[in-house]
Each structure stands twice: as C-alpha cells, then as structure tokens.
C-alpha cells in the first residue's frame, strides 16, 4: 500500500470509531440498550471478522484458539469492562465529551507504563499527561462554576479509558507478536460471550424480537463503520505507515466525534469545554509521538 493511501486509511479509520458515541445516542432514543446492543454488536463483528480470517488467514485463526485464555482476560478486565462503562456513560452524558474523557487512555498508559517498568517519565510525557488530564477537567465541566456536572457519566467515560488502558498494556505484554486482526476478532467474541452473561444476571433479554427497522440499520452501522472497517482500515494503515505514526494520526478520532455530534445530534460544548478538548488532543498527540508500541485500535 502507498503512503498516500495508508494515510488515508487512517483518517477514515478515525472517522469510522469516531461514529460509536453518535450510533449509540441515536440507538438509545430508539429504545435501544447498551447491554443487548454490545452483545449483538461484538458477536456479528466478530462472525464477519472470523469469516474473512478463515478465507484470508485460517492457520492464524486456528493458531488463536490455543491463546483463549489471554484473549479472555483481555476481553473481560479490559475490553469488555471498558465498553460497558463506555455505553452507559453515553446515558449520561454528551457523545463529545464521554469521547473526550476516554482519551485520557494514553496518558494513564504512559504512567502505568513508567510505574511497571520502573523508569522515570520523561519532560514530554509529563506535559502530555499533565495536558490531557487538564483537558479532561475542563471538558467534564469540573473547573466550571456554572456547570453542572454528571458525575456518574463522567466516572462511567473514566472507567472506561482505565479499562482500554489495562487492554493496551496487557495486550503488549501477553499477545505482542499475535496477529492484531486475529487478537480483535477473538476480543470480540469473547466480549459478546461475557456482556452476554452479565446481560442475562442483570434480568434484560437478548431477544432482539421488539427492535426497530431503524434501530436494526444503526446496528448494522455499529459493526460495519466503527467496529470492522475502522479496525481493518487502521491495521492496513499500520503496515505502511508503522504504529507510532498511525497512532498519532489516530488522535484526530475526539475531533471528528465533536463535529459528528454537533451536526447530528445537534450538540453544543461551551467555550471552557472546547479549550478541554484542545488540551486532550494536544495531550494524546505528545502522548503518543514518542512511542510505538501501540498498534492496537482505540476503539471500544
């Protein structure tokens, strides 16, 4: 692939996770719910996904059933917990700013990183952290006297970047040399396999019986623009381009999130909430420019 055109891949990558959030609100006021929705959503995400490996890949495929047990940690701690939280704070709070706080991710993965590893942050690093907590303050509104503050989305959007946080760690420590196409394929069926479980205990069908024809095709969104295209589009991106450089072209998924949700959900930030997001991207940007170890897609 050119240059050119893996550049491309990646912003229109971005752009495709950039529309989970919106999907989501619109899901909800169909009467959608985030439990059942992610359930449906990671086990069609991961047939399609395992079909095109079993035609283009099938000995990786195969290959990934003796490492189930990771993937299955990373799918319950990491990747599944974070998409619970994440679903539920879009309950609460607005799709630009529940995108925003989950980009806190790179920041608390640099300081655990630093903390595991035993090494001293450098000067970028701290300033990068520093911005993106700072950018997270403004934007949940915790520095604005006139805001008033959902704490319960914004702890939910938090806990879901801690959760992506402890995904990208592990995944680099338990599964580095796996295929990435492979290790999101078995995330998913193993998130759906256990959102499934947790979807029964707390009382709520599975049965899709009473869904909308709208609410079917926003589903159907779900899993073929943030969930496959984005993360075939950035893998490929990936191969030409190398992690660290696709990583920080990545960073531009909050802003495409912002616009997408004022022009459809019609959503507005206040000015102290735009200075939060400038301080985020800013942040994710420093974050990420030194390093790359991350290949794995932001997306949850």
């Known amino acids: ?36 929705l992610l ?27 003796g490492d189930i047990p990771r993937y299955a940690l990373l799918s319950l701690t990491g990747y599944g917990a974070a998409s619970i939280c994440f679903f539920f704070s879009l309950r609460h709070i607005s799709a630009s700013v529940a995108t925003l ?46 805001a008033v503050v959902n704490v319960s989305g914004v702890v939910l959007a938090l806990g879901a970047a801690l959760g992506y946080a402890l995904f990208t760690l592990l995944s680099a420590r338990l599964v580095a040399d796996r295929p990435r196409l492979v290790l999101m394929t078995y995330t998913f069926a193993l998130s759906a396999l256990g959102i499934a479980v ?3 205990l707390t009382g709520e069908s599975l049965v899709p019986a009473g869904w909308t024809p709208r609410l079917w095709i926003i589903l159907a969104l ?28 990545s960073t531009m998924e909050p802003v495409f999130t912002v616009v997408m949700a004022g022009v459809v959900l019609s959503e507005r930030m ?18 990420e420019l030194p390093r790359g170890a991350r290949d794995v897609p932001a997306v949850v």
Request: glycine share 6%; hydrophobic share 65%.
């Open 270 to 287: 206040t000015v102290t909430q735009w200075a939060g997001a400038l301080l985020v991207i800013g942040g994710i940007a420093l974050a």
């Open 222 to 249: 779900m899993v073929l623009l943030p969930t496959y295209a984005a993360v075939v589009l950035f893998l490929s991106g990936v191969r030409a381009l190398g992690p660290s450089r696709a990583a920080l072209i």
């Open 198 to 200: 947790v979807t029964l």
């Open 39 to 65: 359930t449906w959503r990671f086990a069609i995400a991961a047939a399609v996904m395992a079909a095109f490996l079993a035609v283009r890949q099938p000995r990786a495929l195969a290959a990934g059933v």
């Open 1 to 36: 692939m050119r240059r050119s055109t893996a550049l491309l891949a990646v912003i229109v990558s971005s752009a495709c996770f950039a529309t989970l959030a919106v999907l989501a609100r619109l899901a909800y006021a169909e009467g959608g719910h985030p439990l059942p």
């Open 101 to 146: 706080l989950l980009y806190a991710y790179p920041a608390i993965v640099a300081v655990a990183e630093s903390a595991l590893d035993r090494e001293r942050l450098p000067m970028s690093r701290i300033a990068a952290v520093a911005l993106t907590f700072a950018g997270c303050a403004l934007a949940a509104g915790l520095l604005d006297s006139d």
